[in-house]
């Protein structure tokens, strides 16, 4: 089954950091843009970064530029997402996507356009 495994996630106290990992397996991790999107309570998804394999193309949502950094091991087809300074409002269920790179970049960070899943993380920021 083609997939996308999350890893990380947790609980952290304000300012502090967390890395999250998707490691994807089933399909040409090279052919894909990676995403990551997270849903708060009572919000819509949000797609807050992404990485293009082929290219190494990364784009973020405003409210995590400067704070989050995502990266990719191609050897290990694994996304890494970098969380620093972390706020209470970055708590959320983190989950990874996937979409093939010919995807139109401004879909990059559309959850319909994903083809495929990972599950979701909690990921719990303390005041």
């Known amino acids: 089954m083609s997939s996308c495994r999350r890893l990380g996630g947790g609980l952290v106290q304000a300012g502090g950091s967390l890395r999250l990992s998707c490691a994807a397996s089933?399909?040409?991790?090279?052919?894909?843009?990676i995403s990551w999107f997270r849903q708060a309570p009572g919000k819509e998804r949000e797609g807050i970064s992404c990485?293009?394999?082929?290219?190494?193309?990364?784009l973020y949502a405003d409210s995590v530029k400067g704070r989050f950094t995502i990266s990719s091991d191609n050897a290990k087809n694994t996304v890494y997402l970098q969380m620093n300074s972390l706020k209470p409002e970055d708590t959320a269920v983190y989950t990874c996507a996937a979409v093939p790179s010919t995807a139109v970049p401004g879909l990059y960070l559309n959850p319909y356009g994903m083809h495929y899943w990972g599950k979701g993380t909690q990921v719990t920021v303390s005041s």
């Open positions: 990485v293009s394999i082929i290219d190494g193309y990364t």
């Open positions: 089933g399909f040409t991790f090279d052919d894909y843009v």
